[in-house]
């Protein structure tokens, strides 16, 4: 990407496309467990509805000033970027884990929307803040 196309990401709010890789994977997983553990297979199937259903109906929002966490179309929580300590995409391969710092609290979150953008969004918006 340009500096120009750097500096307009960064001045208008972006909302992350949501990615079902996660959730399929753990539902597609539980298949094979089945013959084994019913019981496990059953939890690890319910665990990737359970994500499938928030992939559904999580957005994350990158604005100027924070990271918005949007239910459908209602605001459920905003993360100031000043407050953020930092931040890590964990497991890069294939990424799985999202996590980040504040001042007062951590946050990990799974991987339900489209990592690269994420990877992009918060190199430009949290670049200040260490990672790692």
Request: hydrophobic share 50%.
């Amino acid at each position: 990407m340009t500096p120009a196309a750097f500096s307009s990401i960064s001045t208008q709010s972006i909302e992350l496309k949501p990615s079902y890789t996660l959730p399929l994977v753990l539902t597609l997983a539980a298949l094979p467990v089945l013959l084994i553990q019913p019981w496990l297979s059953l939890a690890i199937a319910v665990f990737g509805l359970f994500l499938l259903f928030q992939a559904a109906t999580i957005r994350l929002k990158f604005t100027e000033t924070a990271l918005d966490v949007y239910r459908s179309e209602t605001l459920i929580r905003q993360f100031p970027y000043q407050d953020w300590q930092n931040w890590r995409i964990f497991w890069q391969p294939v990424p799985i884990l999202f996590y980040f710092k504040e001042v007062k609290s951590i946050h990990f979150l799974p991987i339900l929307f489209d990592p690269k953008m994420l990877q992009t969004c918060l190199e430009q918006r949290c670049s200040v803040k260490m990672k790692g």
